[in-house]
């Protein structure tokens, strides 16, 4: 079955910096489309972060452009979000997310997503 596994999460202090993986198993992880998403605490998803297949074209929320960066490994399965200069808004569970077949987040919702991972921005 599909599994997605985040991990990197932890506390951290504004400006600080966290690098969350996905290891994801059960597909052909480098034919599709995968995002990060999140929640804060009373709110509800909000899409952070695409990378598509093939090209690797990544997309980012006006909120988190300029200091998070999406990447990908296929060769291990795993997708990446590199976080700098974190602010206490960042602070909220990180789900990774994919797409079904030869969608992506631009004309789809997501099918599958994982356990989340907890981001504290907090000084």
């Known amino acids: 079955e599909v599994q997605l596994v985040e991990s990197g999460g932890g506390l951290v202090q504004p400006g600080g910096s966290l690098r969350l993986s996905c290891a994801a198993s059960?597909?052909?992880?480098?034919?599709?489309?995968m995002s990060w998403v999140r929640q804060a605490p009373g709110k509800g998803l909000e899409w952070v972060s695409g990378?598509?297949?093939?090209?690797?074209?990544?997309d980012y929320a006006d909120s988190v452009k300029g200091r998070f960066t999406i990447s990908r490994d296929n060769a291990k399965n795993t997708l990446y979000l590199q976080m700098n200069s974190l602010k206490p808004e960042d602070t909220a569970v990180y789900y990774c997310a994919k797409y079904p077949y030869g969608r992506s987040w631009l004309n789809a919702e997501y099918d599958y997503w994982g356990q989340g991972t907890q981001v504290t921005v907090s000084s």
């Open positions: 059960g597909f052909t992880f480098s034919k599709y489309a």
């Open positions: 990378i598509n297949s093939g090209t690797d074209r990544a």
